[in-house]
Every structure is written in structure tokens, then in C-alpha cells.
């Protein structure tokens, strides 16, 4: 059975740091990309960063670009959103994705509500002011 697990999640004050997880199961971990999106009430998905589970390369939307750090341990089939200088504009439900590579890590992040192979179910995010 394919999952992906968000974990992580959680409240912080703004100007705090929280660092989300995405366990992956149920594929070939180093065959797919993995992605992060956002959903905040009333607003649309947002994607955030991407990264290649074959080269490590990565990318960022500029909102959070300087900000966020993704990353992968592929021994661990886990994906990392290490995220800091978080503000209430940051409070959403954060989903992670997998696509099959190759695939274009912008198109990702950038092409809005973007079809993702496979999804998990999110974690809540909520920075207080």
C-alpha cells in the first residue's frame, strides 16, 4: 500500500521554527520527486519546494525561499521541510506529494494544485502572532 505520512506539524509563535516530515512507503523511494504544498482556509494550494530523490537538487517558491529548507534521506524513504522565521501567513495544512521522475521540480512547486502521483493526508501548521 502506497502512504505518505506528514508529520511534525504543530503551534508556534511567530519568528519560530518547525521542521515537517514526509515518510514514504509502499514505492521505490529514489524513483520519485517529493514535493510540498499548502492549503490555508479560503485560500488556494500553494506549493513550496521540491527535491530529487536521484540528485538532491531542490527548488523554492519565493515565498518561502531563505526560509524553508527541504531535504531528503533516502535510507529513511523521508523528506524533510525544515522551516523557520515562520509568521501567521504561514499557517496552513501542509501536505507532501510524490511524482514520478524525472519530472521538472518547478513545474512542481509552481504549477498550481499540481497532480501529484500520490499525496498524503497533511498536518496542521499554526503560527500565533
Known amino acids: 500500500e502506497v502512504q505518505l505520512v506528514e508529520s511534525g506539524g504543530g503551534l508556534v509563535q511567530a519568528g519560530g521554527s518547525l521542521t515537517l516530515s514526509c515518510a514514504a512507503s509502499?514505492?521505490?523511494?529514489?524513483?520519485?520527486?517529493i514535493g510540498w504544498f499548502r492549503q490555508a482556509p479560503g485560500k488556494e494550494r500553494e506549493g513550496l519546494s521540491s527535491?530529487?530523490?536521484?540528485?538532491?537538487?531542490?527548488y523554492y517558491a519565493d515565498s518561502v525561499k531563505g526560509r524553508f529548507t527541504i531535504s531528503s534521506d533516502n535510507a529513511k524513504n523521508t523528506v524533510y521541510l525544515q522551516m523557520s522565521s515562520l509568521t501567521p501567513e504561514d499557517t496552513a495544512v501542509y501536505y507532501c506529494?510524490?511524482?514520478?521522475?524525472?519530472?521538472?521540480?518547478?513545474?512542481?512547486?509552481?504549477?498550481?494544485?499540481?497532480?501529484?502521483?500520490?499525496w498524503g493526508h497533511g498536518t496542521q501548521v499554526t503560527v500565533s502572532s
Open positions: 506529494g510524490a511524482d514520478r521522475q524525472p519530472v521538472d521540480l518547478k513545474l512542481i512547486v509552481d504549477r498550481i494544485a499540481y497532480h501529484y502521483d500520490y
Open positions: 509502499g514505492f521505490r523511494f529514489d524513483d520519485y520527486a
Open positions: 527535491i530529487s530523490t536521484v540528485d538532491g537538487n531542490t
